[in-house]
């Protein structure tokens, strides 16, 4: 095992912890740190709940409304307006998923590192 890396265990053998000199604690941290696309400040289930969210249900069925009325040509101003918030809405969510995807995937690299 490295010096730089120990495991704490439960009484079953268990990887509960792992210890980090200051050392690879500093690489990892300021690796993660400088990268402005990684999700800081959430857990590894916050961010896969993140990563898997979607509209709510009735935003949706109002998006799913909405494109079928605007691919006829229907949609009063009002209704564009509330079409483009929708789509604006969608974009943002899909950048948070997929940020918190990155998130996890660059998390995942360097726990194969430790």
């Known amino acids: ?13 268990e990887r509960v912890g792992v210890l980090l000199d200051l050392e690879t604690y500093n690489q990892l941290t300021n690796t993660l740190a400088v990268d402005a696309e990684i999700l800081t400040g959430l857990s590894q289930d916050e961010l896969t709940a993140l990563a898997e969210s979607m509209l709510s249900p009735k935003a949706q069925a109002q998006l799913d409304d909405l494109l079928a009325q605007n691919a006829q040509d229907q949609l009063s101003d009002d209704d564009t307006a509330t079409l483009d918030r929708l789509i604006a809405q969608v974009d943002q969510l899909n950048i948070l998923k997929t940020r918190a995807r990155y998130t996890l995937n660059t998390l995942k690299g360097r726990s194969k590192v430790a």
């Not at 120990?6 to 009484?11: F, K, S």
């Open 1 to 13: 095992m490295s010096e730089s890396i120990q495991y704490i265990t439960n009484h079953q053998g």
